[in-house]
């Protein structure tokens, strides 16, 4: 039963540290994405990536985060500096294309994030 | 801009009663795709079904079944003699083929509460 992975699961950290999320998307899928839920926003995108190559990242502060896909087996998701406003859970969701170009995703099990 | 209108925030029903969770959509596009999602207590989100914008036949999987019509720009959910375990918070996603790519757009979500 293949499952998209993210490590680590929680991570509670002090403002003004780095912070590094990982997911590993299920093999064969090409399309990767990244997402914040908190209670006030709900589910947001923060990014994208298609064949490994950024598409959209245009929900993401850029001044402190970056995302990235070393390979086709691992995406990355770094704050720096962090701030208690990105305390949240990060989803990362992966799929294949459909037809006309929308994607069909699959989660995570989310990242809990608490920055102090 | 598409846009995706979960009304009913929260629901309570007593276990065996029917519940059905109402999602309305806004888009332009011709070619869109239609998702619902369920986020258990535990936090992840599990797909649950896919439609696209030209295939308004309604679908049935045990006890859900997925209402789709155009005309009114609605992707119903109802659950059928719900139990506990359907407890849950679930979301309804739309995804612009033509316009935003694979953007995945949320809505609000409904809690639902099946009590015993």
């Known amino acids: 039963d293949a499952r998209v992975t993210q490590t680590p699961r929680h991570k509670v950290t002090e403002m003004g540290q780095e912070v590094t999320m990982r997911c590993q998307p299920i093999?064969?899928?090409?399309?990767v994405f990244w997402y914040r839920q908190t209670m006030m926003q709900g589910l947001e995108l923060l990014a994208y990536f298609r064949n490994r190559a950024p598409l959209d990242d245009s929900g993401m502060p850029k001044d402190r985060f970056s995302a990235e896909m070393p390979d086709a087996t691992l995406a990355t998701l770094k704050i720096q500096p962090s701030e208690p406003r990105d305390s949240a859970v990060y989803f990362c969701a992966s799929g294949p294309p459909l037809s006309g170009g929308a994607v069909e995703q699959f989660f995570g099990p989310g990242t809990r994030l608490t920055v102090l | 801009a598409q846009k995706v209108t979960q009304a009913q925030t929260e629901i309570s029903v007593v276990e065996k009663e029917d519940v059905t969770l109402d999602c309305v959509y806004e888009?332009?596009?011709?070619?869109?795709?239609l998702f619902w999602y369920k986020q258990p207590p535990s936090g992840e989100l599990v797909f649950l079904i896919r439609?696209?914008?030209?295939?308004?036949q309604n679908e049935i999987s045990g006890r859900y079944s997925w209402n789709f019509q155009k005309s009114t720009s609605s992707f119903n959910f109802t659950i059928t003699a719900s139990q506990v375990v359907d407890s849950a918070v679930y979301f309804c996603?739309?995804?612009?083929?033509?316009?935003?790519?694979?953007?995945?757009?949320f809505g609000e979500g409904t809690q639902l509460t099946v009590n015993p």
């Open positions: 996603a739309l995804s612009e083929a033509e316009t935003s790519g694979s953007r995945l757009t």
């Open positions: 439609r696209n914008s030209f295939d308004e």
């Open positions: 093999l064969g899928h090409n399309t």
């Open positions: 888009t332009r596009d011709t070619t869109y795709y």
